[in-house]
Structures are given as C-alpha cells and as structure tokens.
C-alpha cells in the first residue's frame, strides 16, 4: 500500500506544525514567570517610595492634624485574613448572628 504524494505533504505540514507550537506551553509559563518578577518588583519599588517619601512628608500631620494622621496610617495597616475556613473538622460552621 503506497501513501499518495497528497497525503505525504499533508502529513510533513502537520509535522512541521506541531514542531513549530509544541513549546508553546513552556514559553507561557516562561513569560508568565518574567511578569510575576516585574510585578514583584514593580510592588516593592512602589512600597519603598511609600516609606520613603510619603511617610516623611506625612509626618508633620502628626502634630497638626493628629486626627487625620491617625485615620491614615489606620487606613494603611494591612489586615490578613484566610479566604476560607481551613478544613480537619467534623463540627458545620456556626453562622453569625
């Protein structure tokens, strides 16, 4: 049984397909690394010049507007809380009343 110049071709472009995409995935996580990085980056140059140069200028609210300050630096405190009830218990949730 001999396979028809056709089908030959169709066979070397299928190849030469999946040769040119089968890094495609490696390639996405590869890129998707590189901007988790920037964007770490990017968080940590922001939070500097939060510390650096904000707080400074905010400092003379300190004694001039106590209030203000204080909502401020309030309002700039991170509060971690857990997405979701960590699981190992038989008991249902209780809901808050």
């Known amino acids: 049984m001999a396979v028809n110049p056709a089908r030959l071709q169709e066979l070397r472009n299928a190849l030469t397909a999946f040769t040119g995409t ?4 490696r390639q996405q996580v590869t890129e998707g690394k590189a901007a988790r990085i920037l964007i770490q980056e ?3 140059q922001l939070a500097t010049l939060l510390e ?3 707080d400074r200028s905010l400092r003379k609210y300190a004694r001039s507007a106590p209030a203000f300050y204080h909502r401020l630096t309030a309002a700039r405190q991170v509060i971690d809380r857990p997405g979701k009830q960590q699981g190992g218990t038989e008991e249902p949730p209780t ?3």
């Not at 089968?22 to 995935?25: I, L, S």
């Open 52 to 54: 650096d140069r904000l």
């Open 95 to 97: 809901k808050p009343q």
């Open 22 to 25: 089968k890094n495609d995935p």
């Open 42 to 44: 990017q968080f940590s």
